[in-house]
């Protein structure tokens, strides 16, 4: 084993999308330890991944034990989980691992305080896509987290997509854009493949129209950016009197770009009331 030990508490859609890219880029299989809740799906998750999976029903020890060992530990459970956790590992965890929530609305300043005084936290806020190794990650350090430690996690993250640095008070906003954007890309993925079925496609090569559509031209957005945005990117498509501009007539007729915006204020709005329900306001 090389590289740090590293922990995932909860084992899934979020934290299971890290483990694909961070073993896909590199990590060793025995360099993890995660847990689950039930023993059912400790045993076929650790079949899917290839690591140690450690089953909460069998073993109330199972977080501490898994964290004990780690550098590195990420939290995969759900908001309202997330300070029982760190409440339950904080005696068994190393004083310099560094601790690594993935959730949604749980701020640093939670985390710091059910943890031990000193412990290294960082918030991120990543996407499932780091599955593929096109992720996008939001990260913000806690008071106590080092430049190396940022650098290390940033690093390990950074293998399976691209990783931004930024405030804590920007994390919702990343979160609506990025955290469920890839939700939002499947929903017009969703949508194109019903329009392709209505136009009398087989069913199964509109869903792969649709899917490769998107893919390209989420390349062609990344290949030119600083040349071309996405705004000219949609005129180059659009001629003048022709078909494409029927389609986008009639989605500014439906007002969908405001549609869009008001959808993702809505999920950053959501993040912040979660905070407040965290508080306990
Ligand atoms: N799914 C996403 O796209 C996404 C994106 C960004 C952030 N997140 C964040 O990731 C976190 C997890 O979300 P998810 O979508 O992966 O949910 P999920 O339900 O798929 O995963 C949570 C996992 O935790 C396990 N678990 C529950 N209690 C446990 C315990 N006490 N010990 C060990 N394991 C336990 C569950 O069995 C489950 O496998 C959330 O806080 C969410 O805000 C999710």
Do not use: W
């Not at 330890?33 to 073993?59: F, I, K, M, P």
């Not at 996407?127 to 940033?154: C, D, F, K, R, Y």
């Not at 008070?169 to 329009?195: H, N, R, T, V």
């Amino acid at each position: 084993m090389t590289g740090p030990k590293i922990a995932m508490l909860g084992l899934g859609s979020m934290n299971g999308a890290i483990l694909t890219g961070l073993l896909s880029s590199g990590v060793s299989p025995e360099q993890v330890v995660a847990t689950s809740r039930s023993s059912e799906s400790a045993q076929r998750r650790s079949q899917h991944y290839g690591v140690q999976v450690l089953a909460e029903e069998n073993d109330d020890a199972a977080n501490r034990t898994a964290a004990a060992q780690a550098e590195i530990v990420f939290l995969g459970v759900k908001p309202y989980q997330i300070t029982d956790l760190c409440a339950g590992i904080k005696d068994a965890l190393k004083p310099g691992a560094v601790v690594v929530s993935v959730a949604a609305a749980v701020t640093l300043e939670m985390m710091e305080a059910a943890l031990a005084e000193g412990q290294p936290v960082i918030r991120t806020m990543p996407n499932t896509p780091l599955s593929v190794g096109a992720g996008v990650v939001g990260l913000s350090a806690g008071t106590h987290t080092s430049q190396q430690q940022v650098e290390l996690v940033a690093e390990l993250l950074g293998a399976s997509g691209s990783v931004h640095v930024i405030p804590e008070e920007q994390i919702d906003a990343l979160s609506a854009i990025a955290g469920s954007g890839p939700a939002y890309a499947f929903y017009l993925a969703e949508q194109m493949a019903a329009a392709g079925a209505e136009l009398g496609l087989d069913p199964e090569l509109a869903a792969g129209l649709a899917a490769e559509t998107i893919y390209g031209a989420g390349k062609m957005l990344l290949e030119n950016q600083g040349k071309a945005d996405a705004a000219q990117l949609r005129r180059n498509v659009t001629s003048p009197n022709g078909t494409t501009e029927q389609a986008i007539s009639t989605f500014d007729a439906a007002d969908m770009g405001q549609t869009i915006r008001a959808g993702a204020a809505a999920a950053a709005a959501r993040a912040a009331e979660i905070t407040g329900q965290l508080r306990g306001q």
